[in-house]
């Protein structure tokens, strides 16, 4: 027998790569575990929806996909530590797995709204229940590092709303999930952290708290300056929110950071990369990008994606005017359909997340 990998499996692609196509295939796409990747099957898995329903129901993956509306929406997962490097070198020191600027995949998903699986099951919570109320995801079949399975929650309110596209995930480009990415049913939740996306789902739990699993209580925390260690960090997690929104952003793949670049006859260098919108906010309507430490900024052109939507990154390109000399810092800005721009500077946090 294969001998088993001894660590969760993460990677990330190289950045220039990741943005050369609009969807991500299947196999160019981050990695983010907790724990080793299962071994389940099609026909025997089920996903169990319980809690404050009014019926509990136990689906196989063929009820999912053959006994509910399928729905397509593509859309970026991005890691919650996604360009954790930055800040780790940029700002100060953090906490956690190294991730550069590609734990994030723009690829399309099918499968039943998770609104349309609850309605069938029936929310038995009275109104004032349902305001703070929450749907828990779970995964059983896979010990993690940190705890015994792996869980997440989102709010009641955006798991019913239509337009919010949170799918029981059975498909990825048009072809069923892999087993690094969730076969044979995951959660896909446009805009929240990929956190909660949680991969080879069997448990669905309507209930009025937040998920109790490690991850969600103990992890992917925008922690306030003042936690700087373990020790000062533990008095903040039971009273910070866990990440749901993750927030505009945009990255720049060309060019790569320390490499040489010539200037064409105009004295411009193309520069390309990503950008994604803040929450539900998208999508991303303006991407900026200066040489002079954002005296002037110079729009860049957004590329047009088939199927892009809110929910979807943008891949943008400029030719920018940059004066010859060795050091030059570019940057590049995004905002979405909101307004939200991003930041110079993200706040920095112990786990270097958002």
């Known amino acids: 027998m294969p001998e088993l990998p001894e660590e ?37 898995h089920r996903v169990r929806i319980d809690g404050a329903v009014k019926r509990s129901l136990e689906l196989s993956a ?32 953090v906490q956690g797995i190294d991730w550069f600027d590609a734990a994030v995949m723009n690829c399309k998903w099918t499968g ?26 779970a995964c059983n079949s896979a010990t993690c590092q940190e705890d015994t399975w792996y869980g997440a929650s989102i709010s009641l309110s955006r798991a019913l709303r239509e337009d919010a596209d949170v799918l029981l995930a059975l ?4 072809r069923p999930l892999t087993k690094e990415h969730g076969y044979p049913v995951r959660i896909v939740t446009p805009g929240i952290a990929g956190a909660r996306a949680v991969k080879w789902l069997d448990h669905i739990t309507v209930q009025t708290r937040e998920s109790e699993n490690y991850y969600m209580q103990h992890d992917y925390k925008v ?17 910070v929110p866990p990440v749901q929104n993750m927030p ?8 790569s950071e320390g490499s040489t670049v010539e200037r064409d006859t105009s004295g411009c260098v193309t520069v390309a990369g990503y950008a994604l919108p803040s929450g539900d906010d ?3 309507v303006k991407v900026e990008v200066s040489a002079d430490d954002g005296e002037s900024w110079t729009e860049a052109e957004l590329l047009q994606g088939k199927g892009e939507g809110k929910w979807s990154w943008k891949l943008w390109k400029c030719q920018l005017s940059v004066t010859p000399g060795k050091g030059k810092i570019v940057y590049s800005r995004a905002t979405d359909a909101a307004g939200n721009t991003q930041p110079e500077r993200s706040q920095w946090n112990l786990r270097g997340v958002c």
């Open 171 to 174: 498909k990825m480009n048009d």
């Open 112 to 137: 039943p709204r998770l609104k349309d699986v609850l309605e069938r099951a029936g929310i038995s919570l009275d109104a004032s229940e349902k305001d703070d109320a929450h749907v828990a995801f």
């Open 248 to 255: 505009v952003n945009s990255s720049i793949a060309t060019p």
């Open 62 to 93: 063929s009820d999912l996909q053959h006994d509910f509306e399928q729905h397509d929406v593509v859309c970026a997962l991005q890691c919650a530590g996604n360009r954790r490097h930055t800040m780790r070198v940029k700002i100060k020191e």
């Open 282 to 284: 998208g999508p991303v």
């Open 8 to 44: 969760p499996l993460n990677r990330e692609p190289a950045l220039q790569d990741l943005i050369s196509s609009f969807i991500t295939p299947i196999t160019a796409g981050y990695d983010r575990n907790h724990g080793m990747l299962p071994e389940l099957d099609y026909d025997t």
């Open 223 to 239: 922690l306030p300056p003042e936690a700087t260690d373990a020790e000062s960090a533990s008095k903040f997690w039971g009273v």
